[in-house]
């Protein structure tokens, strides 16, 4: 994976130094298991998906942000600087892809997809906004 990490994006984001792209954050912010399995998400993820997972974080990242990302790595990247996710805490991005009908991205982050089902279905989405 290591071709990939070269990519330049050139899109400034919020808590990314100027100038730095966000693959190059990604290769020196976050530790290699976790980086590489959002990196294999975001290949796993094609336009519709990129443009429904931007419409479920509307309410914690702005719109004008959300125009600029170009790939799933930059709401990524968002949903860190705003604390919806970090290794080890996913439950944001699982709910996302429940209602995204991605079970195979829920289990690569380590929940499951029926338990995460029952409890949407019983208490309502613990972080998404209901009418997402």
């Given amino acids: 994976m290591r071709e990939f990490f070269s990519c330049e994006l050139n899109i400034p984001l919020t808590g990314i130094p100027l100038g730095e792209t966000v693959s190059r954050h ?59 996710l970090k290794e080890g805490k996913s439950i944001y991005l699982q709910e996302c892809f429940h209602y995204m009908k991605r079970k195979d991205l829920i289990r690569k982050l380590g929940g499951d997809p029926q338990k995460l089902e029952d409890r949407i279905r019983n208490e309502g989405p613990a972080h998404l906004f209901p009418f997402r």
């Fill in 26 to 84: 990604y290769s020196m912010s976050q530790s290699g298991d976790f980086r590489e399995l959002l990196l294999d998400i975001d290949a796993h993820l094609d336009s519709k998906d990129l443009e429904l997972l931007k419409f479920l974080c509307r309410d914690v990242i702005p719109f004008s942000v959300l125009e600029k990302c170009k790939r799933s790595l930059d709401i990524f990247t968002n949903l860190e600087q705003r604390g919806k």
